[in-house]
Structures are given as structure tokens and as C-alpha cells.
């Protein structure tokens, strides 16, 4: 009966994209098909694992995911016999700052506020040359823990003589490194910069300013070859009046945003005073999402409900920097959506979603002193269409359905033990890095049994190390390359 099911949906995909004039795409033969897999799509009604085949689009795109072995008469560019691998979709972080990878183990007992101005004792040194690498090996390190998608904040940058003038080498930098890596990305672009990454603190810019410069940004992206860019996105702001100015851009160039807002245990009496600014700008819609999120009043909930926006949940940085536990089944039970992200390298010290989802989940069994507050289901699916949701692209990522991406990752269930009642539980509870035989985007292996395929990521490694180590003899700022 499930294969029916199945294959009826699977039928009406192919009217739907048929009637929207994809027929040639449908009909051609598949790019790939993944055959013996144990799949856990993620998709809304369908829990159980299906036992079967994925196949893929010559656009990297899912054509079918059914039970069973693939029809005798389907020909595919590519076999692969997963043995029996767990599939389930590449993980999505709605939280990243990817060039922080370079700067791992900082501030160990220090709350948000002190790290990130021992943090930037070091990367206010780094040029747009070294924050081009950081974010291609960030980007990389991602990759090969299993994250496909990702939300980054990037490192903004004002001008200054690190940057020749160019008040946008920074986000040209990090975007490029995104797209080299080849990682589905949204690219968080803060309009006003972040006034000190130069050698002399740039000024706060008018709104006029500011809105020249997201211009002028998004003019230069729409100029760039093809890449995994799924969209741009604002990193917002909350102080004084900046939350107007964020929602006027908003509304005008038709961008969604993801805000930090309430972290630290240091300033939540600041935060929470500033919400009423949210509320009377505009901000508070569904295109917008908060990070972090953790010191709320019912009043704020209540709002953030009504307005249908979101949050993302970083338990591992959360707990790393003691900014407390978020409320996890109040938000969800409240109609908040809620995603997860891995945070930067230099707060979380590793971008491990298995690690993540561990954390979380045991923070909040802990909170509320019950083992039955939250599931390993429902962490891995904040941890993949709960992100997805709240990035505004649970159409394209999230889930193994057909017409979506193929992002996916291949696990060997060998050291998970016997799924005696729930296979979700043996691969939350126990599944790591050393478990995931591959990494796969757009129906593409990129990692391979931990070894990233397509760069040389040592050398990567060993390069960004020793601009790390320049960075902190203080070596002075060079330029970056024409």
C-alpha cells in the first residue's frame, strides 16, 4: 500500500510539472538513481523510511523516490547501490558565520558579549584576500559534516585600506567563497557594513547610504556566473532605528532577514526593550527570523506568533557561550517556526549537526525534566525542513520529494545498532561524522567517506592555519588580488 501511495504521488508530480511545461525535463532518462536505500524524506505524513530508490534529473533535481528497485526500463547516466545506507536530506544550518572557522577555541569562558570582542582582536586583522579563504574552507567544513544548505552571516566591511576603498570586498570575498565551494547558500548581507574591520572605524552610514550599498551588491551578484546561490538575505539589526531601515529594505528589494536578538543572558533587558521598535516598523512578518532567541517574554511570543516569523536554534554555541536554553516546545506549540543552525566555528568550535541535534535535544529534556518533551524526529526535521522553513526555501531544500534538489546524505547504519522500535532514534542518538559514507549535492557526490572531492582541502586547511598565525604576529594588512 505504501508503494502505491508512492507511486500515485509520484504520478501527480509529473502531471503538475508536466501542466507547468517540464515534460521534455520528466522525460528524459535520470542523471543518477540511488537504488537500496533505507530513505527518510522528511516529507510532511511520511515518517515511516521508505526501502527503495531515489533518482535524479540531469538539473540535479529529484525525478522519483518510490520503494522498491527501480522499474527493469529506467536508465540512468549513473547506478549506485547504497548496501542499505540511511538516506536522509543534507542538513541545513539557518545560522552560520562561515569565515569564523578560522578562528576556533577562543574566549573558552566568556559569555557573547567579552568573546566577541576577544574574537575580533584577531579577525579585524584579516583582509578580504584572507576572508576568501576562511569562508571556501568554512564552506568546505560544512560540507564535510554533512550540511548541504546553509544561512550565512557575513563578515561585513566598510572600506578602509584593507580594502582599497571597496566598501563591499568583504561580501564579494565570502560570496565567491561560497560559490567556489560548491554549498547551497543564502548570502546575509548587513546594508550599514560593520564599522572597524579597517584600520580606522568607518562611521555609521545614513540609511541613503546603506541602501546604495545593498543596491549596488545585489547589482554585482546578479552579474555572477551560476552558483548554489538560493537567495540573499538581510543580517538585521536591532538598535535604536535601524529596525525601520531593515524593514524598508525589506519591503523594497522583496528580501527576508534573520535578526540576532536575545543571545546573551548580559543585555536581555536591552533586547526586549528594543522589540517595540520591531513591532511599530514593520519588521515582524514571516520573511523575517530571529537567531538565537532565547530570552523571550510571553508578550514577544505572542507577537512573534501572530506575525508568523521565525527563529533559529544554536545549541551547540548556546551552550558553549552559557546564553541559556531556548523554550523549544513553548515556541513550536505557540505556531513559531523553528529551525536550527551550527553557528560559527568560533563560538560552536565545530559545525556538527549530529552534535547539534544531541545538545539540543538533551538541553531541553533537561529543561523541562521530561524524556518526552521533544524526539529525535522532530530535531532531525528542524535540522533539515524546520531551516528550510524559515530561510523561505522549504519548496526547493528540506526534504527528498520530487521536483527538489537532490541534497542528501548517505549514512552506513552499521555502528547504529539494531533500530528496535525507532530508526530515528539509533541515528540521532548515535550517528557522528565517521558514520556518513557520502555527501551529495544536486544528485553530485562532494564528500566521500570524509574526504571532500572536489578541492584540495588539506592544502586549504594548512593555508587558512597560517594566515591565522600571520593574523596574530600582527603582520600588516595587504590588499587583496585584482
Do not use: C
Not at 71 to 97: C, E, N, W
Not at 232 to 241: C, K, N
Amino acid at each position: 500500500m505504501r508503494k502505491l501511495l508512492v507511486d500515485v504521488r509520484n504520478a501527480i508530480t509529473v502531471l503538475l510539472l508536466a501542466a507547468l511545461g517540464d515534460a521534455a525535463a520528466l522525460a528524459q532518462s535520470p542523471m543518477v538513481i540511488i537504488r537500496n536505500a533505507v530513505i527518510m524524506t522528511m516529507a510532511e505524513g511520511q515518517k515511516t523510511p521508505i526501502t527503495g530508490y531515489l533518482s535524479v534529473d540531469t538539473n540535479g533535481r529529484i525525478l522519483a523516490v518510490a520503494a522498491g528497485e527501480p522499474p527493469a526500463d529506467l536508465r540512468a547516466t549513473k547506478l549506485v547501490d547504497a548496501q542499505g545506507d540511511y538516506m536522509i536530506p543534507g542538513f541545513i544550518s539557518a545560522h552560520s558565520h562561515i569565515w569564523q572557522t578560522a578562528y576556533r577555541g577562543l574566549a573558552e569562558d566568556k559569555t557573547t558579549p567579552p568573546w566577541g570582542r576577544d574574537r575580533s582582536k584577531y579577525d579585524s586583522r584579516a583582509t578580504p584576500d584572507d576572508t576568501y579563504w576562511f569562508t571556501l574552507y568554512g564552506s568546505l567544513d560544512h560540507l564535510q559534516h554533512g550540511i548541504t544548505t546553509v544561512f550565512d552571516f557575513a563578515k561585513g566591511g566598510v572600506g578602509g585600506a584593507s580594502a582599497k576603498g571597496d566598501n563591499l570586498a568583504f561580501d564579494k570575498a565570502q560570496f565567491r567563497g561560497k560559490a567556489d565551494s560548491g554549498i547551497r547558500f543564502e548570502h546575509a548581507f548587513t546594508p550599514g557594513g560593520a564599522p572597524g574591520n579597517g584600520p580606522v572605524p568607518a562611521p555609521p552610514m545614513t540609511f541613503k547610504e546603506a541602501r546604495l550599498r545593498l543596491k549596488t551588491f545585489l547589482d554585482w551578484v546578479a552579474a555572477q556566473p551560476p552558483s548554489k546561490s538560493l537567495r540573499l538575505m538581510l543580517s538585521g539589526a536591532v538598535a535604536g532605528d535601524q529596525p525601520y531601515g531593515a524593514a524598508a529594505l525589506m519591503k523594497e528589494f522583496h528580501l527576508g532577514n534573520e535578526t540576532h536578538f536575545l543571545e546573551a543572558p548580559d543585555n536581555e533587558g536591552l533586547q526586549q526593550a528594543s522589540f517595540g521598535a520591531m513591532v511599530s516598523s514593520g519588521l515582524m512578518q514571516p520573511d523575517l527570523f530571529f537567531g538565537h532567541f532565547i530570552h523571550t517574554t510571553d508578550y514577544i511570543l505572542e507577537q512573534t506568533a501572530k506575525a508568523g516569523a521565525g527563529m533559529s536554534w544554536q545549541p551547540l554555541s548556546n551552550g558553549r557561550l552559557a546564553s541559556g536554553v531556548a523554550d523549544i516546545p513553548k515556541y513550536l506549540k505557540m505556531g513559531i517556526r523553528v529551525g536550527m543552525g551550527v553557528d560559527g566555528e568560533a563560538s560552536a568550535d565545530l559545525a556538527d549537526p549530529f552534535e547539534n541535534m544531541r545538545k539540543g535535544l538533551y538541553a531541553v529534556r533537561d529543561k523541562y525534566e521530561d524524556a518526552a518533551i521533544l524526539s529525535p524526529y522532530q530535531v532531525l526535521y528542524l535540522h533539515t525542513m524546520g531551516s528550510a522553513d524559515v530561510m523561505l526555501v522549504k519548496d526547493k531544500v528540506g526534504s527528498l520529494e520530487p521536483g527538489k534538489f537532490a541534497d542528501f546524505l548517505l549514512i552506513n547504519p552499521a555502528r547504529l545498532g539494531v533500530a528496535l522500535e525507532d530508526p530515528y532514534a539509533n541515528l540521532v542518538f548515535v550517528a557522528g561524522e565517521r558514520d556518513v559514507d557520502s555527501v551529495w549535492i544536486g544528485g553530485t557526490m562532494e564528500v566521500d567517506h570524509d574526504k571532500v572531492l572536489n578541492h584540495d582541502f588539506p592544502k586549504i586547511q594548512a593555508d587558512v592555519y597560517g594566515r591565522v598565525a600571520a593574523e596574530n604576529q600582527a603582520k600588516p594588512q595587504s590588499a587583496p588580488p585584482e
